[in-house]
């Protein structure tokens, strides 16, 4: 009888951690990448970039959780990391982009509308701030092989610092810049962040916006959705482009 308890005491020990991770996967391997990023970001120059880690602000009665914001004298970038393998296709305007890993095909909602979200929450909480840049950046950490077609900067981990450093232009006073860091950081709510609201409410909203895309109606503008062709094949477009440049898949 010991004999069995011990074996089975060795199977919980293999068995609960693979349960865990299969049931947490998702935020567990975005935790990794958001550190790993953390990681990078700290060897920048502590007098030219103020770094904020998992800034979580409201906003019209909505949250907005930033995964890495950086102040400095070029303005402020707003982070968004994803630790995901495979191939990564997608379109700057598109609703979803789609992973490739092997015969496997997920969509998951596109990064640089989120960026947009997270930038509309830092206007309307430095709205006593005049005059300031925002730079949208995409991180895929380096497992990935993007095709994307996007304005904004959507790249590799290794080539984030590059990125941040390759922005001359000035736009802020160093007063201006540590203003803007001791206010978000005063209004940083990430200690008391109930995440699974926070989800809950993002699906809900994706849920109302693909109810009108599947009514061919643009949830950005109200006007029509029309099939439309493009690299990787056929899409719904705005129909009120290029005044509305909202896209969603075809499917």
Same mark, same amino acid.
């Given at each position: 009888? @010991?004999?069995?308890?011990?074996?089975?005491?060795? *199977?919980?020990?293999f068995i609960?951690?693979?349960?865990? +991770?299969?049931? +947490?996967?998702?935020?567990?391997?975005?935790?990794?990448?958001?550190?790993?990023?953390?990681?990078?970001?700290?060897?920048?120059?502590?007098?030219?970039?103020?770094?904020?880690?998992?800034?979580?602000?409201?906003?019209?009665?909505?949250?907005?959780?930033?995964?890495?914001?950086?102040?400095?004298?070029?303005?402020?970038?707003?982070?968004?990391?994803?630790?995901?393998?495979?191939?990564?296709?997608?379109?700057?305007?598109?609703?979803?982009?789609?992973?490739?890993?092997?015969?496997?095909?997920?969509?998951?909602?596109?990064?640089?509308?989120?960026?947009?979200?997270?930038?509309? &929450?830092?206007? *309307?909480?430095?709205n006593d701030?005049?005059?300031?840049?925002?730079? @949208?950046?995409?991180?895929?950490?380096? #497992? &990935?092989?993007?095709?994307?077609?996007?304005?904004?900067?959507?790249?590799?981990?290794?080539?984030?610092?590059?990125?941040?450093?390759? +922005?001359?232009?000035i736009i802020?006073? #160093?007063?201006?810049?540590?203003?803007?860091?001791?206010?978000?950081?005063? *209004?940083?709510?990430?200690?008391?962040?109930?995440?699974?609201?926070?989800?809950? &409410?993002?699906?809900?909203?994706?849920?109302?916006?693909?109810?009108?895309?599947?009514?061919?109606?643009? @949830?950005?503008?109200?006007?029509?959705?029309?099939?439309?062709?493009?690299?990787?094949?056929?899409?719904?477009?705005?129909?009120?482009? @290029?005044?509305?440049?909202?896209?969603?898949?075809?499917?």
């Amino acid at each position: 009888m @010991p004999d069995i308890i011990v074996d089975i005491w060795i *199977l919980m020990i293999f068995i609960v951690p693979a349960v865990i +991770y299969a049931v +947490y996967r998702r935020r567990i391997k975005g935790s990794i990448g958001e550190k790993t990023i953390a990681w990078k970001l700290a060897r920048l120059s502590k007098s030219k970039y103020k770094v904020i880690n998992n800034l979580v602000l409201e906003a019209g009665g909505r949250t907005s959780q930033i995964d890495h914001l950086i102040i400095s004298n070029c303005g402020l970038f707003v982070i968004e990391t994803k630790n995901l393998k495979g191939w990564i296709l997608g379109y700057e305007n598109s609703e979803y982009w789609t992973q490739i890993f092997y015969k496997r095909k997920e969509r998951f909602y596109n990064p640089v509308r989120q960026n947009w979200g997270h930038i509309r &929450a830092l206007k *309307l909480n430095l709205n006593d701030f005049h005059n300031i840049k925002y730079i @949208p950046i995409v991180v895929f950490l380096s #497992d &990935a092989t993007l095709k994307v077609e996007s304005d904004s900067d959507v790249i590799y981990s290794g080539q984030l610092l590059r990125t941040i450093k390759g +922005y001359k232009e000035i736009i802020l006073s #160093d007063i201006e810049k540590k203003a803007i860091f001791e206010k978000l950081s005063s *209004l940083n709510i990430s200690q008391n962040f109930k995440r699974s609201a926070h989800v809950r &409410a993002i699906r809900k909203r994706v849920s109302e916006r693909s109810k009108l895309i599947e009514r061919n109606v643009c @949830p950005q503008c109200g006007c029509e959705l029309v099939i439309r062709s493009g690299t990787y094949g056929k899409f719904k477009g705005c129909n009120n482009f @290029p005044q509305c440049k909202f896209t969603a898949d075809d499917s």
